[in-house]
């Protein structure tokens, strides 16, 4: 099944202890991407991948790190988290970012990860 | 800041009718705009995607663009209770296809 999971999908941690949050898609997608969302503020975008070893800031990046070692795995890191990362996590991934107004720009969400930082 | 704009909501319509979701983004070379569904603790489902003027129709659904106006819309006929959800307007701007941006999304109840 063609798919984009997270782990984990819930997370109760405490400030300053770092985290890791996997994403990893089977579609073989050259695009991935981290968002977060929050009540009244809307899904806003973390970090961008375009490529293996490409990866770029999104609107909201700063306390979180991100790599691309791996075409199918995307992985969120929060150095020391703080309570105001407490959030919803989406991974997200399209087949091909440069073809654009096409199909190949059509984002697929992972389930999303529930993260509660105290 | 490009910027994209849904009514701010909440809309309530009686099962069977049809429902309008209205969207304006701000940059005017924006290339693809999409329509996701979210329910309550899910992550946002694809369910249109538009990418020239006109309306693009799928079922119960159909797109609409207006690239001259600036505004993209969703209208979701004979409504049913399991379309009560939040839905994100979701618009690719010209600066590349990394940079989806969604609004705020409007949740839509359908009432039986």
């Known amino acids: 099944e063609a798919q984009v999971t997270q782990n984990p999908r819930y997370l109760i941690t405490v400030t300053g202890k770092k985290l890791t949050v996997t994403c990893s898609q089977n579609?073989?997608?050259?695009?991935m991407s981290w968002y977060r969302q929050d009540p009244g503020l809307g899904l806003r975008q973390i970090y961008y991948s375009m490529n293996v070893e490409v990866t770029d800031k999104g609107d909201v990046p700063e306390g979180y790190k991100v790599s691309r070692k791996e075409k199918r795995n995307f992985p969120l890191i929060l150095e020391s988290p703080s309570p105001n990362q407490t959030s919803l996590y989406f991974c997200?991934?399209?087949?091909?970012?440069?073809?654009?107004?096409?199909?190949?720009?059509?984002?697929?969400f992972g389930p999303g990860t529930r993260l509660t930082v105290l | 800041q490009k910027e994209v704009e849904q009514n701010s909501g909440p809309l309530s319509v009686p099962e069977g009718a049809i429902a309008s979701l209205n969207c304006t983004y701000s940059?005017?070379?924006?290339?693809?705009f999409f329509w996701y569904r979210q329910y309550s603790g899910k992550s946002p489902e694809l369910i249109m995607s538009?990418?020239?003027?006109g309306d693009k129709e799928d079922g119960r659904f159909t797109a609409q663009l207006n690239k001259a106006s600036q505004y993209v819309s969703l209208l979701i006929r004979d409504s049913q209770p399991s379309d009560s959800a939040t839905y994100l307007c979701a618009v690719n701007h010209e600066g590349g296809s990394e940079k989806l941006v969604f609004g705020k999304g409007m949740k839509l109840t359908v009432n039986p």
């Open positions: 997200a991934s399209s087949p091909d970012p440069f073809r654009r107004a096409s199909s190949y720009n059509e984002q697929f």
């Open positions: 538009i990418y020239s003027n």
């Open positions: 579609m073989n997608h050259e695009y």
């Open positions: 940059d005017r070379g924006s290339q693809s």
